[in-house]
């Protein structure tokens, strides 16, 4: 069973820094992707990052581009977004997610509130 979990988060000020963690177990995820998804009250989940656990291939959202990076950690099949420059609107609760077979983001982890204030 694939299991995600996050960890990381908590509260900063505008223009600081924060880094969120995603820690998988259950499968091999070696043909696989981890993205990092965000979501605030009211609004749909939007995409924030992607990378691929083989080849390190990473995929950014416009608006976090320069300012996030995503990044593995192999051996502990772990995942990390460190965010930088961090803006109010940033503030959101933000998850990680493996793609399936079927290329889709099927497993998804609880969720780690990130909240950034001006």
């Known amino acids: 069973q694939v299991q995600l979990v996050e960890s990381g988060g908590g509260l900063v000020q505008a223009g600081g820094s924060l880094r969120v963690s995603c820690t998988a177990s259950?499968?091999?995820?070696?043909?696989?992707?981890m993205g990092w998804f965000r979501q605030t009250p009211g609004k749909e989940r939007e995409f924030v990052a992607r990378?691929?656990?083989?080849?390190?291939?990473?995929y950014y959202a416009d608006f976090v581009k320069g300012r996030f990076t995503i990044s593995r950690e192999y051996a502990k099949n772990t995942v990390t977004l460190q965010m930088n420059s961090l803006k109010p609107e940033d503030t959101a609760v933000y998850y990680c997610?493996?793609?399936?077979?079927?290329?889709?983001?099927?497993?998804w982890g609880q969720g780690t509130q990130v909240t950034v204030s001006s």
């Open positions: 990378i691929s656990w083989n080849d390190g291939y990473t």
């Open positions: 259950g499968r091999t995820f070696s043909n696989y992707a």
């Open positions: 997610a493996t793609t399936g077979p079927s290329g889709r983001y099927d497993f």
